[in-house]
C-alpha cells in the first residue's frame, strides 16, 4: 500500500542490484510545478532523482535529491512546468541498494506558503506604527535605555519571566507585595518601576505607544506541566491579577497587550489549550480592554505527534478560546534548507520564495478562514548579522551558518518590514534589542546595538526609514516579479488618506549582490515628483539621490536603475489604487490553511493550486 496519510511511515522499494526503482504519482491531468519538498531515508544509493512527465513515457528530469536526508529539503524551480506525472526514485550499483522515501511534497511556484496576500491590500497600519522592538527587564542594565528605541518604535514587548512572579503556578499572584519587598523574589523586583518606564519614558523622553508583555509559560523548572494543579484555574488566577493590575480600564495602563506564552511548543498541545482558556478568560475578567494573544505559532505544517507538543495553531487554540483573544502571534525568520549541506540552515532575503518568512501568509489565511477581523501580530522578526563592533563578529568567525553581512542585515529589515507590511501584519517587532554576548550563537547577533550599546547599521537604517517614511502606509502592489526580463519590486507608500508619496522599488535578491537593472514601468497611473527628495537606504543609512541618476523616461515609460538597496520615488499627489500589476484575489482554503487543498499519499504529498 503506497497511501497512509501518515508522515511517519515510508514508501520502500524492493533491494536489488544494478536495477531500479520509481514510485510515480498520476494527478489525472497536467498541473504546474514548481516547488518540491523531499525527505528521504536509508543508505542505499547515492540520490533520489525526481523527474515529470506528460505520457507515463518520456520523463524530464527536475533535480536529485542526496541520500539519506530525513530532515528534508526544498527544491523551488526557476519557472513553473507542467507534468501529469511525478516520478521519484533512482538507481542502484553492484553492491544492491533500496530507496526509502518518507515525504514528497509538489506545489506550484508557491510553494508551501501559498500566493502574497492580494496585490491591491491596503495596511491600516503606519509603517511607525508597525515597528517595534524585543527587550528584557532593565535593558541590560544602566548603561542601556529603552529611549534608545522609542524615537522611532511604537512598540515594545519584554519577556517576563513567571517564575519572578510566583514560586509555583498555583499561588495566586498578589501586586501589592511588590513596592514592599515581598514579593517572590525580594527587593529587586518591583514591575510597576519597570512598566511605567516602558510605557511612560524615563529622562524626559517617551516611552513605547503600546507594550506588549510575553509571559514564558515554558514546560520547565517550576511551570513544568506536572506541577499545575489545574492548568485552567492556575491561568486565570495569574492572568486575572495580571491584567487588573496593567490593564487601561482598571489598573495603571502600563501594559497593553498580554501573550500566554512566548514559544510554549513543549507543553502537550491539550494541556497548553486548557491554559489558554483560563488566561484568556482570566484576563478577561481582570480588564477588557487588554488584548490578549496566545503564544507564536504557524499555520502551515501540523504537529505530527501534538500529544508531545509542537507549534500548530490549529492544534493550541480551541474554537471557544478564540472569542477571549484579540491577536494571532507569529514568529517568522527568513531562513531555508540548503541543498548542497544536508542538514544545515542558511539565512536569506525576505523576498527569497525558499524562505520561511513567507510563512506569515499561511498565518494570514487561518486568520482569514477562522477568526476573520482579528489583527496578527509578528512578535519576532530579524536576521543574524556580522557586527561592526562586537567579537566574534558572526560571518567572518564562521560563528553560525544563518549570519548574513551587516549590510545585509540592515537592508533586509527595511525590505522585511516593507513586505510584512505588504502581507498584512498589524506589528512587526523585531528581535532583538541588541547583541547578546551570553546567548548561543544562534540570534547572538540579531541586536540592533551591539553588546556594548553602540548603533548597529540595521539600527541607523531603520531609524532612517522611520524618520522618513514612518507616517506613510502601505497602499498596494505595484511590481513583483522575478522574471529574469524584468524584474524587481515596487510598493505603493502614502498616506492614511490613500495619497500615493512614493514608490519603493529594489532587486529581490542578496544584498551583496552588486546587480543592477532597469525597471521598465508605464507612466499610466501616476507620475514621478522629481523636485521631492528621493533616496536610496543602504548599511550606512540614507542617500538623498538626483532623480536624473536614478531614472531615464520617455512618452510612455519609466526606467529605474534598481538595485538590493531600496530606491524609494517621490511620486506628484495621486488617490486611489497604484497598481499596475495583475491583482489575485484571495482564496478560500481550508481550515489549517496549508497551501493548497493536501492529498497525502502515503509519504507523499501533492498540492497544487486549483
Not at 198 to 205: I, V, Y
Not at 217 to 223: H, I, R, S, T
Request: charged share 15%; glycine share 8%; hydrophobic share 35%.
Amino acid at each position: 500500500m503506497a497511501v497512509d496519510n501518515n508522515e511517519t511511515t515510508y514508501w520502500e522499494s524492493n533491494y536489488c542490484s544494478n536495477c531500479c526503482n520509481y514510485l510515480t504519482m498520476d494527478f489525472t491531468s497536467s498541473k504546474p510545478v514548481g516547488w518540491f519538498y523531499i525527505r528521504t531515508g536509508g543508505e542505499f544509493i547515492p540520490f533520489v532523482d525526481v523527474s515529470g512527465s506528460n505520457d507515463n513515457n518520456t520523463w524530464t528530469p527536475i533535480f536529485s535529491h542526496p541520500k539519506g536526508n530525513w530532515r528534508g529539503l526544498v527544491y523551488p524551480q526557476p519557472t513553473d512546468v507542467s507534468f501529469r506525472y511525478i516520478r521519484a526514485g533512482g538507481c542502484s550499483n553492484s553492491t544492491g541498494g533500496k530507496i526509502q522515501l518518507i515525504e514528497l511534497h509538489v506545489f506550484d511556484h508557491w510553494g508551501k506558503w501559498g500566493p502574497p496576500t492580494s496585490n491591491d491590500f491596503i495596511n491600516h497600519n503606519t509603517y511607525a506604527t508597525l515597528l517595534g522592538v524585543n527587550g528584557i527587564w532593565q535593558w541590560g542594565g544602566s548603561a542601556n535605555s529603552l529611549t534608545n528605541y522609542t524615537s522611532f518604535t511604537s512598540n515594545g514587548r519584554n519577556y517576563h519571566d513567571p517564575t519572578w512572579d510566583l514560586d509555583n503556578p498555583n499561588q495566586i499572584l498578589n501586586f501589592s507585595h511588590w513596592p514592599t519587598g515581598q514579593g517572590a523574589q525580594g527587593t529587586w523586583l518591583n514591575w510597576d518601576d519597570e512598566y511605567s518606564q516602558w510605557k511612560n519614558g524615563k529622562d524626559g523622553k517617551p516611552g513605547f505607544k503600546q507594550v506588549i508583555a510575553s509571559i514564558r509559560y515554558e514546560n520547565a523548572g517550576a511551570f513544568l506541566y506536572s506541577n499545575w494543579n489545574n492548568p485552567f484555574q492556575d491561568a486565570f488566577n495569574y492572568a486575572k491579577e495580571f491584567c487588573r493590575h496593567f490593564g487601561n480600564t482598571t489598573g495603571n495602563g502600563y501594559i497593553q497587550c498580554v501573550e500566554c506564552g512566548n514559544e510554549p511548543w513543549t507543553f502537550p498541545s491539550d494541556f497548553y489549550r486548557e491554559i489558554l482558556a483560563g488566561f484568556a478568560a482570566g484576563c478577561r475578567s481582570g480588564d477588557i480592554s487588554m488584548k490578549v494573544l496566545p503564544g507564536a505559532f504557524q499555520a502551515d505544517t501540523r504537529d505530527l505527534d501534538p500529544t508531545s507538543g509542537g507549534n500548530y495553531i490549529g492544534t493550541h487554540v480551541n474554537a471557544s478560546t478564540l472569542g477571549n483573544i484579540d491577536v494571532l502571534n507569529i514568529h517568522a525568520y527568513s531562513y531555508y534548507d540548503a541543498p548542497s549541506s544536508i542538514g544545515v540552515t542558511m539565512a536569506t532575503y525576505p523576498e527569497d520564495l525558499r524562505s520561511s518568512f513567507q510563512a506569515i501568509r499561511n498565518m494570514i489565511r487561518w486568520r482569514n478562514i477562522n477568526t476573520p477581523g482579528k489583527s496578527v501580530y509578528l512578535t519576532e522578526w530579524g536576521w543574524d548579522g556580522e557586527s561592526i563592533w562586537d567579537t566574534p563578529k558572526c560571518m567572518s568567525d564562521s560563528y553560525h551558518d544563518v549570519c548574513v553581512s551587516s549590510n545585509a542585515k540592515a537592508l533586509y529589515a527595511i525590505r522585511g518590514l516593507i513586505k510584512a507590511a505588504r502581507e498584512g501584519v498589524d506589528r512587526a517587532t523585531w528581535f532583538y534589542y541588541a547583541n547578546d554576548p551570553y546567548y548561543a550563537p544562534l540570534y547572538a547577533r540579531s541586536g540592533l546595538l551591539s553588546t556594548t550599546y553602540q548603533a548597529e547599521p540595521a539600527y541607523t537604517t531603520l531609524k532612517d526609514f522611520i524618520s522618513n517614511f514612518g507616517d506613510l502606509i502601505h497602499l498596494g502592489v505595484i511590481k513583483e516579479d522575478f522574471n529574469a526580463s524584468n524584474p524587481g519590486f515596487a510598493y505603493a507608500m502614502g498616506s492614511p488618506n490613500g495619497t500615493i508619496r512614493y514608490i519603493a522599488m529594489w532587486l529581490p535578491i542578496d544584498a551583496d549582490d552588486n546587480s543592477t537593472t532597469t525597471l521598465v514601468m508605464p507612466r499610466s497611473n501616476w507620475s514621478v515628483d522629481t523636485s521631492a527628495t528621493w533616496m536610496r537606504l543602504s548599511g550606512s543609512g540614507k542617500v538623498v539621490i538626483n532623480p536624473s541618476d536614478a531614472m531615464t523616461s520617455d512618452s510612455g515609460t519609466y526606467r529605474f536603475k534598481i538595485s538590493s538597496n531600496p530606491l524609494f520615488v517621490a511620486v506628484k499627489s495621486s488617490n486611489g489604487s497604484s497598481s499596475n500589476g495583475s491583482s489575485s484575489s484571495d482564496q478560500v482554503m481550508e481550515s489549517d490553511a496549508a497551501w493548497p487543498l493536501p492529498c497525502l499519499i502515503l509519504t507523499i504529498a501533492c498540492l497544487f493550486a486549483i
